[in-house]
């Protein structure tokens, strides 16, 4: 499943309309078929709670992504190699706006990964797929990847990371 969440949380961070099927969040592990009729007996809450904290982040419900809603995007960081994507989401950028979603697409943990952020400072992890919401990481004043600032981060096999701009 941790690809499936990952896959939803590239989706709902990504510029334009997400695409999403009806039920989709039901049936992770099966393909969309119209041939059958969904079985609303079957529910893996995980799943359902992540895509409903995901859509209040897209929509910028609680005010702290409003990037998410933005037009503009830059790719941060992309270490093919280890398979790690990081990019920013803007409207009018600052506290707030600036939002980046950081994704490891391999089965390697990264305990200790270094990004390059756009701006020094407090950044809130939003969402994390591995559950560890909520904690407030520094951006150092250190130029890394062509950006003004670098954080290092601590990312699991197959997570994505929703970060807002706190100052």
Known sequence: LARWHQAATL???????????????????KAFSNAHRLDWSI??????????????????????????LG????????????KVLAYQRWSVGGPGDDTVAVMNFSVK??????????????????FNTCGQDGAVIY?????????HAMITLSLERYSALILSRQD
């Open 11 to 29: 989706l709902l961070t990504s510029p334009g309309v997400p695409l999403l099927f009806q039920g989709q969040e039901r049936y992770p592990n």
């Open 43 to 68: 529910l893996d809450q995980h799943t359902f709670d992540i895509y409903k904290r995901l859509l209040r982040l897209r929509r910028n419900n609680d005010g702290h992504t409003r990037g998410l």
């Open 71 to 82: 037009a503009h995007t830059n790719v941060l960081h992309c270490n093919e190699a280890e």
């Open 109 to 126: 943990p990264q305990p200790r990964y270094r990004i390059g952020m756009p701006w020094p400072g407090d950044w809130k992890v939003e």
């Open 139 to 147: 951006a150092d004043f250190s130029p890394y990847d062509g950006q």
